[in-house]
């Protein structure tokens, strides 16, 4: 298993600004992955974060809004840059910890644009 | 791309009703994943089906996946109000991370 520790867990921004998103894991990880979850909408995959290289983002999203840094096993950010009201949403952390590929997240970071 | 439905996307039910959320992929599967999330939690993973065909049991949940691998169900019997949540499947194609479905939120009244 993994335990995930995600920060903030909350905040409120205002538009323009960029908010930095932590997620450090108990253990050592290959698979860590972003996804973002509107209100009442499933799981969107914003990228894999790949240690050591540029992270694999998926198709809408674009490292010039979603940096996301990787720089050892158990450590990984996600930079939201020039929020606006769209950007509200959760952004959760996950990995895949073992061998059956389940998936363990974060508790979730809730943010809110104003 | 792969697309995963999942239907219904809201379930209201009385407290002791029987739930199901059905899950169907636009392409074979390699294994399925189911997730449950409570109100303001995170997804947890609760199972992993990956044979044709394979049944799998948790107490009061049911799993199937079907016999093409394109469909899974959940079902709970004698819901509780402990159920309430929202479940989610997560179909995967081999070494690729799974795609989810939109969620079936349960909500069972006492």
């Known amino acids: 298993s993994a335990v995930i520790s995600q920060k903030p867990s909350r905040d409120i921004c205002q538009r323009g600004t960029s908010l930095t998103i932590q997620c450090q894991v108990d253990?050592?990880?290959?698979?860590m992955f972003w996804y973002r979850q509107q209100p009442g909408q499933s799981l969107t995959l914003i990228a894999t974060?790949?240690?050591?290289?540029?992270?694999?983002?998926e198709s809408g999203f674009v490292i010039d809004k979603f940096p996301i840094s990787r720089p050892n096993l158990t450590f990984s950010t996600l930079t939201v840059s020039n929020m606006s009201p769209e950007d509200s949403s959760i952004y959760l952390c996950?990995?895949?910890?073992?061998?059956?590929?389940?998936?363990?997240f974060g508790e979730g970071s809730r943010l809110t644009v104003l | 791309g792969q697309q995963v439905m999942q239907i219904p996307q809201y379930q209201h039910v009385q407290e002791g009703e029987d739930f199901t959320t059905y899950c169907n992929s636009s392409?074979?599967?390699?294994?399925i994943q189911w997730y449950k999330q409570r109100p303001g939690g995170h997804p947890v993973f609760l199972i992993q089906?990956?044979?044709?065909?394979e049944v799998k049991k948790q107490k009061r949940l049911t799993f199937q996946f079907g016999e093409a691998k394109k469909n899974s169900s959940l079902h709970i019997t004698a819901t509780q109000t402990t159920d309430v949540g929202t479940y989610f499947c997560?179909?995967?194609?081999?070494?690729?991370?799974?795609?989810f479905g939109r969620g079936t939120s349960l909500i069972v009244h006492p």
């Open positions: 997560a179909g995967g194609e081999g070494s690729y991370i799974p795609t």
């Open positions: 996950s990995v895949v910890a073992g061998d059956t590929g389940e998936l363990f």
């Open positions: 974060a790949n240690q050591g290289s540029e992270a694999t983002y």
């Open positions: 392409t074979t599967l390699s294994n």
């Open positions: 089906l990956v044979k044709s065909g």
């Open positions: 253990s050592q990880v290959t698979m």
